[in-house]
């Protein structure tokens, strides 16, 4: 295996890591959403490097669908604190 795909791998490793250790430890949920998104966004860049590396897009439906999942969570997560914000004030 190429040295350079090794330390790819190790890299996107650490980094799921270090997400997955900020989603767990929080400490809110703008932290977590936040996290979530970054995890997400981590899994599109591994599925993309992977499709570039092996010459293909059979994994590009994946993509589109973990993008969505992405932006309606963010989308969702949003409209829930903001909604808590005001029930906050009121």
Excluded: Q, W
């Excluded at 650490?14 to 949920?29: D, E, H, K, M, Q």
């Excluded at 977590?32 to 992977?50: F, K, M, Q, Y």
């Amino acid at each position: 295996m190429n040295p350079i795909l090794v330390a790819i791998y190790v890299v996107f490793a650490v980094a799921a890591l270090l997400t997955v250790v900020r989603i767990v430890r929080g400490p809110s949920i703008l932290d977590r959403a936040v996290a979530s998104d970054v995890l997400l966004t981590e899994v599109i860049c591994v599925l993309g490097a992977e499709m570039a590396i092996n010459h293909h897009t059979r994994t590009l439906p994946v993509l589109l669908v973990i993008a969505a999942v992405g932006v309606f969570g963010s989308i969702s997560i949003a409209r829930f604190v903001a909604r808590k914000d005001n029930a906050d004030r009121g």
